[in-house]
């Protein structure tokens, strides 16, 4: 195992590397496939937020079944249930109108 000392002086000289390296006019990084590798990234993100939509899409349609109908009595609702948002925190009014604004209008 590696103690907290060694990491340090690998990032530094590291980093030392690399800052003189740019500094000599090397262009780092892989910048052949950048556009494809953009894309690819967005599609994933969009991909995972579809799923996560498709997954509380019907609880919240629920919800508003039961009666609730404020943004904000909804985003308390999901947190009452444990229900985080997709990155894991809790819910307020504009994320629930934002959720409620991705599905398509019927």
């Not at 498709?54 to 444990?82: F, K, M, W």
Request: without cysteine; aromatic residues 2%.
């Amino acid at each position: 195992m590696m103690t907290p000392t060694a990491r340090r002086l690998i990032s530094e000289r590291t980093r030392a590397a690399l800052a003189q390296k740019k500094a000599k006019g090397a262009l780092l990084g892989n910048r052949t496939n950048l556009a494809e590798a953009q894309e690819k990234g967005a599609a994933s993100i969009r991909a995972a937020a579809a799923a996560f939509a498709d997954n509380v899409l019907p609880v919240i349609r629920q919800l508003e079944a039961t009666g609730v109908s404020s943004y904000r009595g909804i985003a308390d609702a999901l947190n009452t249930r444990g229900i985080r948002t997709a990155r894991g925190g809790t819910w307020h009014g504009t994320t629930v109108r934002n959720m409620l604004m991705r599905q398509e209008p019927a």
